[in-house]
Each structure stands twice: as C-alpha cells, then as structure tokens.
C-alpha cells in the first residue's frame, strides 16, 4: 500500500512520526510520501533512511498557508502520474 503523509503543524508532525515509526518497525507498506515542513531531528532523520519513504520538505511555516502548498505538490504528483498512465 503506498501512502501519502501530510505534516504541516507541530502537532500533527509528532503524531505522524510515531505512525511511521509503527509502518517501519510493526507494519508493513509499500511506498510513502511524507510532505512536511517541520524540521528534523536525528532520530526523524533516521527513520527517514528507509529506502521506501520519500520526503519533500517546503519553507512555508504559516499554519493556514502550508497546507494550501501541500495540496498543489498533490495536484501536481497525481497530474505526472496520470499522464504517465496516458490518462487525459
């Protein structure tokens, strides 16, 4: 399954630390976007050595701006992949 993590805030960021520390050490998954713009600490940084989790990280630290960025990385992502697959 491959999932896409969203972590604009403080406190949303440390709630999903915890879930994709469980995804690592407890449960299985395929592929997994993390779009934050929280900085990392060492053991973040660790956990984000996993070969299956890909980060994009955007300076917008506004709380009601992040997400508004988050959402056009989406839009963007979904419109590569669609065109990849040849859908108009």
């Known amino acids: 399954t491959n999932i896409v993590i969203l972590s604009s805030d403080k406190d949303n960021f440390d709630l999903n630390v915890q879930f994709i520390e469980n995804l ?5 998954f395929g592929r997994l976007l ?7 600490d060492e ?3 660790k956990l984000h050595d996993n070969s299956k989790i890909f980060t994009y ?3 917008i630290k506004d709380p009601h701006l992040a997400p508004i960025m988050e959402i056009i ?16």
């Open 73 to 88: 990385v989406l839009q963007l992502l979904f419109y590569k992949i669609a065109e990849k697959k040849g859908i108009d």
């Open 43 to 45: 053991e973040v940084k």
């Open 57 to 59: 990280k955007h300076g």
């Open 24 to 28: 690592v050490k407890k449960w299985a």
């Open 34 to 40: 993390h779009i934050t713009n929280q900085e990392f």
